[in-house]
């Protein structure tokens, strides 16, 4: 993460978009389940070739336009829990009214003004995620808001929208797609440009995540929610960055996309400096490099390809500028090119490398008449995708000229970005024919019932239950929330050891590779019940639960007999720690009061999960102080 940067002096202008599944029976437009599969279940696969189509206005999106610059071929599983809707071979049925119930709850609890009818569009996308090169969307309400410690945040759409394909491999000219997540239904909540600062960002996406898993209705787990963050400063420009999964990482993205653009601000200023210029001359200097050494240039031209150069005059010592932890600008140009279908460029900041000597360096600057102040940018591959890619590589470096190019990119694991494509524009988007509007009443959104939110709950469960902080926050958002009311109340148990029963403990066995799983709701109540009559003590709890996982068809009492847990009345405690005294009688005198410790050592070690720990504690401090008045 870069130094911290005074964002207000910057200009920060900052968004985000939440993307997260809906826990639905069915599919948004089909009656499918909403399961991921193991790609090896797959019984079926076919393949697409896509390509761009006008929208309504008869333009085609420049974001689609640059998808098609190399064609490949998307081949999909299908499964015998996916039918003809996902393999566009059926059109769509009516949208999911599970799914859009969810939603306008949702937008209930964002304050949204909610649409009277929703229409669902297209949404031109043809990078193979879906197979019929669009994505269906429908929008549902906008002009809501959310409180953060930085004032309000405006939320200025909600839509629901069918999730992508499950990309399984890039072959380069063929991807390979699962079927199996297509058409899940999300919700798509897009944010004003209301966030001063990366740490003002995580805390809206908490707010928005907390709000939704608030429901009880969304999908959890890896990649089941996702965020896009749009980021700016003063002379910058507007740069959406796709596929923020960890949360801990929106700070370091929104950090390193505001300095991002700042040093490419400065690269510009130096470009302008030095009266820098981009022409058009693209170079062919395949016999230069004819007798090279280079394993990449001997490969493409061992295929056919050729050698393109341009050069960048008063570029050079820039391509390598760093502008992200372990990216320069030299990598932004590469991302460019790559698009054309190429492996990347070399370029003369890093030469001579890659087993590309000095002496062909020199020959490719004498070819390029490049002075010293000058760059140079090479690319080895089959012609067409050679021009292709020096086509880029100009274009990108003319941006350079002029500072921060708008445009999607890809977050990467460290928090830096990579390029995707071009921002869509409104030429992406046209109606879709196949999918009725669905009329939303007034008296359908009152009735919709809203849920209790976590934070409110939590709350409430160090008020009413004198819960510590920590307990009420993790309480508040488990699924097993209203079992631990039931605990409590019912059964009359502390709050905390209900907590750890149903959260703390469970965890702690799952790192020890327990079957969890095989703890139902009513498989705690009954060990929680078992708990509250005496049958097992507290310092039980944990050898009960991990016999009844081991061994999901015995009761609560059957494993607490399994597991030698049957608990010991007080008469029972009372001689065991009487007969433990007597025993030690000499060490009892010798050590005095501390005695205790080692003593109570011994005692659990016969009465653990038998017995209560503060019972044993009490009647052997009894004891002891008995045996030392005599």
Do not use: W
């Not at 949204?112 to 569009?121: L, N």
Request: proline share 4%; charged share 30%.
């Amino acid at each position: 993460m870069p130094e911290s940067l005074d964002y207000a002096s910057l200009g920060l202008v900052c968004g985000i978009e939440i993307h997260q599944q809906l826990d639905t029976a069915a599919k948004l437009f089909c009656g499918c389940p909403t399961r991921i599969r193991d790609v090896e279940e797959s019984d079926h696969r076919f393949f697409r070739y896509l390509r761009p189509a006008r929208s309504e206005l008869g333009e085609i999106d420049r974001a689609a336009l640059e998808e098609v610059l190399v064609t490949r071929k998307f081949i999909y599983c299908s499964y015998d829990s996916t039918c003809l809707v996902e393999a566009d071979e059926e059109p769509p049925s009516e949208l999911n009214r599970e799914a859009l119930e969810i939603g306008l709850i949702v937008s209930r609890l964002l304050s949204m003004q909610i649409a009277d009818e929703v229409h669902t569009m297209r949404k031109i996308v043809i990078d193979g995620s879906n197979t019929s090169g669009f994505q269906r969307t429908a929008y549902l309400a906008s002009h809501g808001s959310i409180d953060t410690s930085c004032g309000d945040v405006g939320m200025e759409t909600i839509c629901l929208e069918e999730e992508a394909a499950r990309i399984i491999e890039d072959r380069g000219d063929e991807v390979v797609y699962s079927l199996d997540r297509l058409g899940i239904p999300l919700v798509e909540i897009c944010t004003s440009p209301d966030i001063v600062s990366p740490q003002h960002a995580r805390e809206v996406a908490q707010r928005l995540g907390m709000i939704l898993r608030s429901t009880g209705r969304v999908k959890r787990g890896l990649g089941t929610i996702r965020q896009d963050v749009n980021v700016s400063i003063r002379d910058g420009a507007r740069v959406e960055i796709k596929g923020v999964q960890d949360l801990n990482m929106i700070e370091t993205i929104v950090a390193v996309e505001a300095n991002r653009q700042l040093l490419l601000l400065k690269i510009r200023d130096e470009l302008l400096r030095r009266g820098a210029e981009v022409q058009g001359r693209v170079a062919d200097l395949t016999g230069i490099f004819a007798p090279s050494e280079s394993k990449v240039i001997k490969s493409a031209l061992g295929k056919g390809g050729v050698v393109l150069a341009v050069r960048l005059a008063g570029f050079a010592g820039l391509l390598g500028k760093e502008i992200q932890p372990g990216r320069r600008l030299g990598s932004e140009i590469s991302d460019r090119a790559k698009r054309a279908g190429v492996g990347g460029i070399f370029h003369s900041d890093e030469l001579p490398a890659y087993g590309i000597t000095q002496k062909e360096v020199e020959a490719v600057r004498s070819e390029l008449e490049a002075r010293e102040g000058d760059a140079v940018v090479m690319v080895a591959a089959d012609r067409g995708r050679a021009e292709a890619a020096m086509k880029a590589v100009l274009e990108r470096a003319r941006e350079a000229l002029v500072g921060v190019p708008e445009e999607t990119r890809r977050a990467l694991p460290q928090g830096t970005s990579e390029y995707m494509r071009p921002l869509p524009g409104s030429a992406r988007m046209y109606p879709e024919t196949d999918v009725p509007p669905v009329v939303v009443t007034p008296e359908y959104v009152s009735s919709l019932s809203l849920p209790e939110l976590f934070d409110e709950r939590a709350a409430r469960f160090e008020e009413e239950y004198g819960l510590g902080h920590e307990f009420a926050n993790l309480m508040a958002s488990s699924p097993n929330y209203q079992l631990f009311e039931e605990a409590v109340g019912k059964l009359s148990l502390p709050p905390a050891l209900v907590v750890r029963t149903l959260e703390m403990i469970p965890r702690e066995l799952a790192r020890e590779g327990i079957p969890i799983s095989n703890l139902t709701e009513d498989r705690y109540l009954d060990a929680l019940s078992l708990i509250a009559g005496g049958g097992v003590a507290k310092e039980g709890v944990p050898q009960l639960l991990e016999t009844m996982a081991k061994n999901p068809q015995l009761s609560a009492a059957q494993a607490a007999e399994a597991a030698g847990l049957g608990g010991v009345d007080r008469g029972g405690v009372e001689e065991v720690v009487v007969g433990i005294v007597a025993e030690k009688e000499a060490f009892v005198r010798e050590r005095g009061e501390a005695a205790l410790g080692p003593l109570m050592g011994l005692a659990m070690k016969e009465l653990r999960g038998k017995a209560d720990g503060a019972l044993i504690s009490s009647i052997l401090k009894r004891e002891i102080d008995r045996l030392l008045a005599e």
